[in-house]
């Protein structure tokens, strides 16, 4: 009698919780990183989920980069495993139950019978009735929605053309915009389309992922009680979120040693977020390097890491602080430029600004500035690019971009100026697409400008081979031209290979990775170079006459931007040159990477047989794809043109290795090593200025957090007597304690512990 009574209480107990929740969708049963909750209502929260937190009809999920959530239905039929850097809205209708995948990918199981309402999933093209199904579904890709299906039977329509289908086994499925097509071949290259979680856990242990049976109908009395029975209204708070790191640890830098004290501070809001940081050097040791020097703008701006906004639709996007790795058309001009190397020796603070439009075959636009105290110094560089897709009908895009250095000189203490301007025209032609990869014909026509005509010498070889005097020659400017193919696979690999022809004094990718350390050359006069003779009168560059004679002789010392270097070795790159290129990139999610390139090119002239060289390698791994504790890694090497006959310039070389670790939920462990290769000290010497930085970085949590903690806490205590998954298994707190008290304890049976 006591046993039917308790039965008929919890069937009630049960209908009504279904009938108080007929416009709630679910709730959040756990959750990993950054998720945000946009509320439907008048008020349109933006909430910080929280385990527990009500998912409402009309609610949106937007799941952060390297995070994750979860989500029950509230009838326990449904559950969604949300990937990173994904949106989804759900639609809770009397007859319906529908999910909209607005950005990036999800996992969905389904138990629907047909008594129950009928579940739907709308991506980008396609739409899918599920009943006793289980899929993942992915937009990334811009042209087709990627759909895995686990065998369980799947309706499939697209969106345009009315075109249907029916799924019934385990393999991926393509929907575009004019077709359904299974591609069984990915059965092969599963782990390089399906998250890993999939991979792992469902392949191997095919329940983790799937509602088991005995959830719905083995479940006893206490476990037909919801996890949402308690009223979790949404908190009225700052939706902003504040937090505070302190840092300390120990760095040698160019052979001196400090230990580094620091405060970061970040913020966060919506769209918006930054990020501020004070470091102090202690050192025992007088060093002449002014890192700890905030009596100018570059250190005071130094202060501001990021200052980052972007709309809601993700086309316009402000950018303040480190900028990385901005390239230009094909990487002719502006190649990989970031203004983060030697840090705290140099503290650059950029701009960058991107509108990049909905409707990709359209236009976009990119702004950067390098350095915004050098703008106070009268220097500073700054670039533009714009492009845009003819049609659909004519798959060719066109770029134009320009890129100037006001003054090469900006950060020496001289008064001659030596600014220098670089333009491009880029071209790309789809040749060829399917639903794996795209091939495009690519081609870019530069030019670079001087301040004034550069005279030089090259020399000629008679039929004797005596060595006799060429022709005096002068330029105002230089040009380049590659012409070359593009190769972009869905599944991360990117290879772009070129042939190369360029005129006297033209150097590929003038602005790379090390232009901040390579764009002014300080030397010692060699009145054997003919160079210096022919121009020793000339305002072109600046002469330190250390003799006092008035002239400028051996050992006297000259400032040489950029483009006169190209003539400090007598004949190199004074003869034009023809070469190739390639490159290769390969990006897996962006969890773990590597990129290659390299050029090779020859003087075109059968009076010399100079080469010369450029390679750039980088590897990186993230979120703790190698090991779990190991946050970001990358290591990277770069060398920009050099003669292979010579390794006088050292100051195109860099190469780094960087490391996070996170040794608990609140100490991290950053390591940074690097060395860069300039004249540090203004004595016509190119140093090897290394840096090895370590510190140790605690987060501290703000008020607001602290709260937000707190609260989430509380709703984990009332969870806990009401959750299956934590209580009835063999540790569960409930389990131990109905073990003791529970007189029907011998004839109630344990729920799987299955999700």
Request: glycine fraction near 4%; charge should be negative.
């Amino acid at each position: 009698m006591k046993r039917m009574m308790t039965k008929i209480i919890t069937i009630c107990l049960f209908l009504f919780t279904t009938l108080l929740n007929a416009s709630t969708f679910g709730y959040i049963h756990d959750l990993n990183g950054s998720v945000v909750v946009e509320t439907n209502d008048d008020k349109n929260l933006f909430l910080n989920a929280i385990k527990g937190r009500k998912i409402n009809n009309g609610y949106i999920i937007d799941v952060k980069d390297a995070s994750n959530c979860e989500i029950y239905s509230y009838d326990k039929r449904t559950f969604l495993r949300i990937d990173s850097n994904t949106r989804i809205k759900v639609v809770e209708n009397e007859d319906t139950r529908e999910v909209y995948l607005l950005e990036g990918s999800f996992y969905i199981s389904n138990r629907n019978p047909e008594i129950s309402k009928k579940t739907f999933v709308f991506g980008n093209f396609s739409q899918i009735h599920l009943t006793d199904s289980n899929l993942w579904i992915s937009s990334k890709n811009l042209f087709f929605d990627q759909i895995y299906s686990f065998g369980a039977k799947l309706d499939v329509s697209d969106k345009y053309r009315g075109i249907r289908s029916s799924v019934d086994s385990t393999v991926m499925v393509h929907v575009s915009n004019s077709k359904i097509e299974e591609v069984p071949e990915f059965e092969n290259e599963l782990d390089l389309v399906v998250p890993d979680y999939i991979f792992s856990d469902f392949i191997i242990n095919k329940e983790k992922y799937i509602i088991a049976d005995s959830l719905l109908y083995d479940l006893n009395e206490f476990n037909l009680i919801p996890d949402f029975d308690y009223d979790y209204t949404p908190i009225k708070q700052d939706t902003s979120k504040f937090g505070l790191n302190i840092k300390s640890g120990a760095s040698m830098i160019y052979e001196n040693l400090y230990f580094p004290i620091g405060i970061e501070a970040y913020f966060n809001y919506d769209n918006f977020n930054a990020k501020i940081k004070f470091d102090h050097f202690l050192s025992s040791v007088k060093s002449d390097l002014k890192i700890n020097d905030w009596n100018n703008i570059s250190s005071i701006l130094s202060i501001f890491e990021n200052f980052n906004y972007q709309n809601k639709l993700k086309t316009v996007s402000l950018q303040i602080g480190d900028i990385n790795n901005i390239t230009f058309g094909h990487g002719q001009v502006l190649n990989k430029y970031s203004n983060v190397h030697n840090y705290p020796i140099m503290k650059r603070k950029g701009l960058k600004f991107n509108v990049n439009p909905i409707n990709k075959h359209s236009y976009t636009f990119d702004f950067f500035l390098s350095d915004i105290a050098q703008i106070f110094n009268s220097g500073g560089m700054f670039g533009y690019h714009i492009s845009y897709h003819l049609s659909k009908h004519l798959p060719l895009t066109i770029g134009y971009g320009s890129v100037t250095d006001l003054n090469q000189f900006s950060e020496l203490d001289i008064d001659v100026k030596s600014p220098v301007t670089a333009r491009e025209l880029d071209f790309k032609y789809k040749i060829f697409e399917n639903k794996k990869y795209k091939i495009d014909l690519i081609a870019e026509l530069d030019g670079i400008f001087f301040k004034d005509e550069i005279e030089y010498f090259r020399l000629d070889l008679n039929e004797n081979d005596q060595d006799v005097m060429g022709s005096g020659k002068s330029r105002k400017g230089t040009w380049g031209s590659m012409l070359g193919a593009k190769f972009e696979s869905t599944d991360g690999h990117k290879l772009q290979t070129g042939l190369h022809s360029n005129a006297a004094l033209y150097l590929p990718s003038y602005f790379s990775s090390s232009y901040d350390f390579e764009k002014t050359l300080i030397a010692n006069v060699d009145t054997t170079n003919l160079f210096f003779v022919l121009n020793q009168d000339s305002d072109l560059f600046q002469c330190n006459d250390v003799n006092n004679d008035g002239v400028c002789n051996n050992n006297d010392i000259v400032f040489l931007s950029k483009e006169m270097q190209t003539l400090f070795l007598k004949d190199d790159y004074v003869y034009p040159t023809i070469g190739a290129s390639f490159c290769y990139e390969y990006n897996y999610y962006n969890k773990r990477g590597l990129k290659f390139s390299g050029m090779y090119l020859m003087d075109n002239d059968d009076k010399s047989s100079e080469s010369y060289y450029t390679f750039d390698i980088e590897l990186y791994s993230k979120y703790g794809y190698i090991f779990k504790p190991l946050n970001d890694f990358s290591f990277y090497i770069h060398r920009n043109f050099s003669p292979t006959s010579s390794s006088i310039l050292k100051n195109n070389l860099l190469y780094g290795l960087k490391a996070n670790f996170q040794v608990t939920d609140q100490i991290m462990l950053d390591v940074n090593i690097e060395n860069v290769h300039y004249d540090i000290n203004q004595d016509a010497l190119v140093e090897d200025v290394a840096s090895i930085k370590s510190n140790i970085i605690y987060n501290i949590s703000n008020p607001s957090d602290i709260i937000e903690f707190r609260n989430q806490r509380i709703l984990e205590n009332k969870l806990i007597l009401f959750s299956p998954k934590h209580n009835w298994g063999k540790n569960g707190v409930l389990h131990k304690w109905f073990k003791n008290i529970n007189p029907f304890k011998k004839k109630n049976r344990e729920a799987s512990d299955e999700v």
